[in-house]
């Protein structure tokens, strides 16, 4: 069983920056892939970043250039720094870790993105 928490969400205006942190119970350096998602209200939940335990990252277009997922084995933490947020980048980001065949979730950190 992983147990996930996200922090670091918040208010901020457009053009502005935020840094996601997602504190993970287990050894990270362990785990198959990591990722972000986000769910917008009244939309379905969505990929933000992906990252494999080996190969390269994953960005959607979306937020490609923008958003950058990195990780610190020795704090067991994943963050994700965005940058030049838009409004549209407003939902709650959801932390996800998979260690095969399962995968966990967080509970989420509310993003809000508005002047």
């Known amino acids: 069983q992983v147990q996930l928490v996200e922090s670091g969400g918040g208010l901020v205006q457009p053009g502005g920056s935020l840094r996601l942190s997602c504190a993970a119970s287990?050894?990270?350096?362990?785990?198959?892939?990591m990722g972000w998602y986000r769910q917008a209200p009244g939309k379905s939940r969505e990929l933000v970043a992906h990252?494999?335990?080996?190969?390269?990252?994953h960005y959607p277009e979306s937020v490609r250039g923008r958003f950058n997922i990195s990780r610190d084995n020795a704090k067991n933490t994943v963050y994700l720094q965005m940058n030049s947020l838009k409004p549209e980048d407003t939902g709650v980001y959801y932390c996800?870790?998979?260690?095969?065949?399962?995968?966990?979730w967080g509970r989420g950190t509310q993003v809000t993105v508005s002047s």
């Open positions: 996800w870790v998979v260690v095969a065949p399962y995968d966990y």
């Open positions: 287990g050894s990270i350096s362990s785990f198959d892939a």
């Open positions: 990252m494999p335990g080996a190969g390269r990252i």
